[in-house]
């Protein structure tokens, strides 16, 4: 692939960007800046760098972000800054989204990629992914309002009533919730139907990929290949 076509795929702007770029030896490979735009480049597993900065070429991008709070995952935010903000400008210009979306005040595991296809995995309704959010609650967690969370409650969008997978006590005031849909305020709702209500809500893991203890909120890592095996399992074997 020539080399600005290359950066033009990661993100690194128009065509005319990227060829203006690389004339200015603003790009190197092992090392070397690479001045003429139309070297032709072998594009898989290719490292390089921008300004400096280390990359490597990928076909599509998928990553994880630790979502803080009063953040919104549009990428047309309207009231608070947006998730794709915290990720380096080339990931926002090759049109990452987030797979799914948390509410503002949603902290936790959120995932971002460019592959149209992963994102309709992830979150057809069908593929029955399982989400676990920690719970934090108002009132302190009871056997019953467990009960009536994995027996199912009534939402008033919903023909039948909605069961959660599984609900496990944490401590106190906090509980650890499984869910394989991704209904509107879904777990906000849930638990006010079994009488309680959420202080806050953290999305700890998604289809068996747990939030790495790691990060700090606002902090994300590239996806890795068993990372995707795993959700791509998860949402052909529709569990996880
Ligand atoms: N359920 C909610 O109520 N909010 C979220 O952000 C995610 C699931």
């Known amino acids: 692939m020539q080399l600005e076509r290359l950066l033009q795929s990661q993100g690194f702007g128009t065509r005319k960007e990227c060829r203006a770029l690389i004339r200015h030896g603003r790009c190197t490979v092992a090392g070397e800046a690479v001045e003429d735009p139309f070297a032709e480049i072998v594009a898989a597993g290719l490292e390089f760098a ?21 953040t919104e995952c549009s990428r047309s935010p309207r009231g608070y800054p947006g998730v794709l903000a915290l990720l380096p400008p080339p990931l926002y210009a090759r049109g990452m989204q987030s797979v799914g979306r948390l509410d503002v005040d949603t902290t936790g595991l959120l995932l971002l990629t460019d592959d149209g296809a992963f994102i309709h995995a992830v ?14 609650a108002k009132h302190p967690v009871t ?25 496990e006590t944490i401590d ?9 849909e991704g ?13 309680n209500r959420i202080e806050a809500l953290c999305r700890v893991a998604v289809g068996g990929l747990t939030l790495p203890e790691t990060l700090q909120p606002g902090e994300w890592q590239w996806l890795e290949e068993a990372d995707l095996r795993r959700l791509w399992n998860a949402a052909e074997l529709g569990k996880a």
Request: hydrophobic share 40%; aromatic share 8%.
């Open 50 to 70: 921008v300004d400096g900065v280390p990359w490597r070429y990928r076909e599509k991008a998928y990553v994880l972000l630790y979502k803080p709070a009063d």
């Open 123 to 136: 979150t057809s309704p069908k593929r029955k992914v399982h989400k676990i959010y920690r719970v934090t």
């Open 143 to 167: 056997a019953d309002m467990l009960k009536q969370l994995t027996d199912g409650v009534v939402l008033n969008d919903a023909p039948e009533p909605v069961a959660a997978i599984a609900a």
């Open 172 to 180: 106190e005031c906090r509980f650890h919730l499984t869910i394989s």
């Open 183 to 195: 209904r509107y305020h879904q777990v906000k709702r849930m638990v006010a139907a079994a009488g």
